[in-house]
């Protein structure tokens, strides 16, 4: 582990994936391209590939809904050399008062985080970086109070796991093994408030699974909306979640609970794998 410790700038506290988004940060996709094949999504939509001018165009529409609730938008510089810096939560993670920055695992990918910590640096907010031999991305962590929740898979390692919980005592720090080929624990588990979570049951064994279910009143995904990442929901506060149109149970299934449920669509970006939740990167929620 290493870190970075400058005088703390900006308020910096997540401990929930559903209170009040009040600071997140997102990189516009303004070089977005399916280059090397990294997940199974893009693999179906290789050639067909992406269209930029729609990419950028459904992301400044997420912006802008962000901003008229009030959260407060950071724009990492976007780099011709990161086709994937759309997804700013896999660089990082903030639980508690610490901004943790990601070791990234695909090649293409890495390199990301450095533009991160710059703009971090920039801003006089603190972080904690992984070095060395581990692998660690933020799709795969959840936090729900004193609880961590950390998707085991080719992206985030074991021992990156046993790290993370080496430097949260204070947490319980609970390994999620999934399939792999649904690339990280939020594209197949998301927690929307103490009581309740969406989930794609196929993607984890029977052991895990039962583990989930014991804390959570499930919401399950069906197949067909898992592909357009149904469970990938991005929680604002309140019981407000934006969604893709195009996953109708789902939609159905929340708004039947008390959820407010914002449509957006982002079906260009999700060519590339990865929705709302892939596209932020929490630095504060506030239960007020």
Request: hydrophobic share 35%; net charge negative.
């Amino acid at each position: 582990m290493d870190s970075a410790v400058p005088k703390k700038h900006h308020q910096t506290e997540c401990t929930s994936e559903y209170d009040v988004l009040k600071k997140v940060v997102l990189c516009r996709p303004e070089y977005m391209a399916i280059q090397d094949v990294i997940n199974e999504t893009q693999k179906y939509f290789h050639k067909e590939n992406i269209d930029r001018t729609i990419t950028v165009r459904q992301h400044e529409t997420l912006i802008n809904e962000l901003e008229k609730r009030g959260v407060e938008v950071f724009l990492l510089p976007a780099s011709s050399q990161f086709p994937e810096q759309v997804f700013t939560r896999d660089i990082g993670f903030t639980i508690g008062e610490t901004v943790f920055t990601s070791r990234l695992s695909a090649d293409i990918r890495q390199g990301e985080e450095n533009v991160l910590q710059e703009w971090l640096s920039k801003e006089n907010i603190a972080y904690r970086s992984f070095n060395g031999g581990y692998k660690i991305e933020g799709g795969d962590i959840l936090i729900d109070q004193h609880t961590v929740y950390a998707g085991v898979s080719e992206r985030t390692s074991f021992s990156a796991v046993q790290a993370l919980k080496r430097l949260l005592p204070s947490h319980e720090v609970i390994p999620v093994p999934f399939e792999e080929t649904y690339l990280h624990l939020d594209c197949v588990f998301n927690i929307l408030s103490p009581q309740e979570a969406l989930v794609y049951p196929k993607a984890l064994g029977e052991k895990e699974y039962e583990v989930l279910k014991k804390r959570y009143d499930m919401i399950e995904v069906p197949e067909n909306e898992q592909f357009t990442l149904g469970t990938n929901v991005l929680s604002i506060g309140n019981q407000t979640v934006i969604s893709l149109p195009d996953n109708k149970e789902v939609n159905r299934q929340l708004r039947s609970r008390g959820y407010t449920v914002i449509e957006i669509d982002l079906s260009e970006i999700i060519k590339s794998g990865g929705s709302f939740r892939c596209c932020t990167m929490p630095l504060e929620r506030s239960c007020t």
